[in-house]
């Protein structure tokens, strides 16, 4: 009887290459972020890396809260894992009194999880403008007072505070910092090991002169992140994160550029996907370990 091709998720396509299997080295880097598979539980999303032979896993705050700190800290070294990174920080735009303390008080907390979870970076999505506000520019101000606040706290803590520039159709609702070089004019007023900058192929592929940005960065790199830019965007933007290989990102010189950066951490595939979530979870994770090795693994080595 003939076998048949593993199937790509989520496009069907017959895959190129074999699947890398636990022990693989190639995978050594790979890591799975929550969101790339939503529909998994946080115990199903540490099986399921395991399972797949990764040893690293990014965490969203939700999940983890939704079992309890301790349970999920139990659950990951149990399971051999590291934490790449936990998601997520920030928010820091509101200019109301009582939402400025809020947000205060949960990065607080978002920094304790993460020291707990023995991850060394802490996400932060900066946040967009308040309803009825148009004012970016004090919205970002008020960004790099809140990062200055926390600064103490993180490094009290090993935690570094990963600036994430968003794509500018975010700018609005979710991140008023929107290239690489806006998160590093703000990072580089702190010390490297206490805020860094997270380099999301997704957010920064478009950026004019982004290999320029990504090498000014260096040991600030904390967190590199990998999906494609897919089109036509679907009505919900958000959802508009492809399988890498699938959209338009040129993964080799993205790759290449961050590794002669000297960035030598953990690789995140974060998909916000409502095909990809609809796929079974051990599905997309070989799909996503078989894109990895095949379009970034090869080009992060200088």
């Not at 990951?76 to 009194?97: I, K, N, P, Q, W």
Request: charged letters at 20%.
């Amino acid at each position: 009887m003939t076998q048949q091709p593993e199937l790509d998720i989520p496009s069907g396509a017959p895959a190129r290459i074999a699947t890398p299997g636990p022990g693989d080295a190639r995978l050594a880097r790979l890591s799975l972020n929550q969101r790339t598979t939503a529909h998994w539980s946080l115990r199903e999303a540490i099986e399921g890396s395991v399972a797949a032979g990764l040893t690293s896993i990014g965490l969203w705050r939700e999940p983890v809260a939704e079992v309890g700190l301790a349970t999920a800290v139990q659950w990951v070294r149990d399971a051999g894992l590291r934490v790449s990174s936990l998601c997520r920080g920030g928010f820091f735009t509101a200019s109301a009194e009582v939402a400025v303390k809020e947000a205060y008080e949960s990065n607080l907390a978002a920094i304790d999880e993460t020291a707990a979870l023995g991850a060394r970076t802490l996400v932060l999505v900066p946040g967009g403008l308040p309803e009825g506000d148009r004012d970016l520019v004090a919205a970002r101000d008020r960004a790099v007072r809140a990062i200055e606040r926390l600064v103490p706290y993180a490094h009290e803590h090993g935690v570094n505070l990963g600036i994430e520039p968003m794509n500018p159709i975010y700018a609005a609702d979710r991140g008023v910092i929107s290239t690489l070089a806006q998160a590093l004019d703000i990072a580089e007023r702190f010390d490297p090991a206490d805020v860094g900058v997270v380099v999301d192929t997704f957010h920064l592929w478009w950026e004019p002169g982004v290999a320029e940005q990504i090498a000014r960065a260096g040991q600030r790199i904390v967190s590199y992140q990998i999906c494609d830019w897919i089109t036509p965007l679907p009505a919900d933007t958000l959802l508009s994160r492809g399988m890498m290989g699938d959209g338009h990102i040129d993964f080799a010189a993205f790759s290449s550029a961050v590794a002669a950066a000297g960035y030598t951490g953990d690789v995140e595939v974060e998909i916000f996907n409502a095909d990809v979530w609809g796929a079974p979870g051990d599905q997309t994770l070989a799909t996503m370990a078989r894109r990895y090795v095949e379009l970034v693994e090869p080009y992060l080595h200088v």
